[in-house]
Structures are given as C-alpha cells and as structure tokens.
C-alpha cells in the first residue's frame, strides 16, 4: 500500500468509526429494486448528468454508480469495488477537503438520530464545495446529495442516493465546504461550514434574504423587489451581495441555479 492509499485509509476508517451501528444492511432484493429503478429509461431522463450511484450505508459501498469515469476519471469497477474510498481518491488531497467528508458524516448522523423517527426517511443532504479532480487534471468545485432510499426498522437509512454534479461554473474559485440537511420538505434545516465547524440551526440565508430571492427566481429587478418588500433598493442589493458570498456563486444568476441545486429553493 502506498502512503497516498495509507492516508486515504485513515479518513475511510474515520468514517467507518463514526458509522459504528448507524444503520443495519439492505437486503438483497431491496438493492436489486432500487438499481433496477434507476436503470429505468424515464428515470435516467430525470435525474442530473453527473456520477449517480446507491450507497450501502452500512458497508460504505457503492452497489451501483455511473458516469464516474466522465467525471472523476475512476472506472465504475474501482468504485464498486472500493466503495468510499474512491471517491476520497476522486479528491483533491488537501486537508480542507478530506476532512470534511468524516465531520459531515458525524453531522448527518447526528442531524437524523435527532429528529423523530416520522422525519427521517424525508432527509436531504447536501454537500457543497469539495474539490474533486478531472480526468485531464484540472480540479473543479462539486455538489453532492445524499438521499435516503431505504431504512431500517428504527428510521435510519440503509441505501442512499448518491448524486455528484459539477458546478465549477457556478462558483468562485476560493469556496469553503459546508452541508445542509433538510428534513419534512425544509421545514427543519441544518447548516455545517468548515470554516467555522458549528452547526447553525435554520437555512444558510435569513427570512428577508429568503424572500429577496424568491423574487430574484421571479426574475425581479431591484426597484421591483423593493416596492414590493418595503425597503430601499440598497437594502435589496445588499441583502443579495450577502447571499452571494455566502455561497460564493460567480453572480445572481448562478445564487439563484445554486439555491434550488441546494434546496433552499424549489
């Protein structure tokens, strides 16, 4: 083993320890619905263009993916075979980014066992802002889901959607990882930066931020949104300034694609 695939085994192993007894193993039958479905022409017609796979939960293995070799330049078979451990290899090797991925572990196990059981199966999880690699080398930004698809008997999840997209286009070059979670259709949200490392309870904008972007989606001007809200068209500006370092998007138009990719906005 080299020391690159000895210092990946550190972070894999750190997630495993995390994992503990989270959640207990899919069956076979269940694995085989779920691939099946994803095969499904119309709905490959509905999900993103990126790496699409279903992650066992319990075994940190992939037991389907696609498009990895497009998008990361590691084959389908290294994934299936090194399950999480290929996709550390798909990042950049720096401790920023791989630190991240156990710390939102920790945090998404944490958020579920948190809320009642009724909400867990309706969880989303995003992860925002690691830096993966190109085929040709070059590192861009990515957004990653993670969906429950399957639970064990105490509401914890056994198979997981696993969605990576490419939004280098979309952001700035200096973004810092953060995570949001969102159970009951965001009716409880979460929030993890690795710039400060303390969960925040509630969405990554303000209510009044909310509401001037929702209007942005509308297509809304700055005059527009301030008659509409009562306050100057300053204020508007400043509240979107705000919004877009938060997440570090490029500009209003990528704040607004990169708010509904999170799930902020639908």
């Known amino acids: 083993m080299t020391q690159s695939s000895r210092h990946l085994e550190v972070y894999l192993q750190k997630c495993k320890e995390m994992l503990g ?29 990126g790496v699409v796979g279903i992650l066992d939960v319990h075994r940190l293995a992939f037991r389907y993916i696609v498009n990895t070799e497009f998008a990361v330049g590691i084959t389908t078979e290294q994934f299936l075979e090194k399950g999480v451990e290929a996709y550390f290899e798909s990042m950049v090797k720096e401790p920023l980014n791989l630190d991240a991925i156990p710390v939102f572990m920790g945090f998404l196990i944490e958020s579920i066992g948190a809320v009642p059981p009724a909400l867990r199966d309706g969880f989303l999880a995003y992860i925002y802002g690691i830096q993966n690699i190109r085929p040709s080398g070059v590192n861009f930004t990515t957004l ?25 286009h979309l952001t700035k070059k200096a973004v810092k990882p953060r995570m949001r979670i969102s159970f009951a259709d965001n009716r409880q949200v979460a929030n993890l930066s690795m710039d400060d490392k303390v969960i925040k309870k509630g969405d990554i904008f303000s209510d009044r931020e909310l509401e001037v972007l929702k209007r942005l989606l509308k297509g809304n001007e700055s005059k527009e949104i301030a008659d509409k809200l009562f306050i100057s068209p300053n204020t508007v500006d400043n509240h979107r300034k705000n919004m877009i370092r938060k997440i570090d998007a490029r500009d209003t138009t990528a704040l607004v694609h990169l708010s509904k990719m999170l799930g902020v906005l639908h």
């Open 21 to 49: 007894n989270f959640a207990s193993s899919a069956s076979e039958e269940t694995i085989a619905k779920y691939i099946q479905l994803l095969q499904d022409p119309i709905q490959k017609a509905i999900l993103p263009k």
């Open 144 to 168: 990653v889901q993670v969906k429950g698809l399957a639970f064990d008997e105490d509401g914890m999840p056994t198979l997981c959607l696993f969605i990576l997209e490419d939004i280098a």
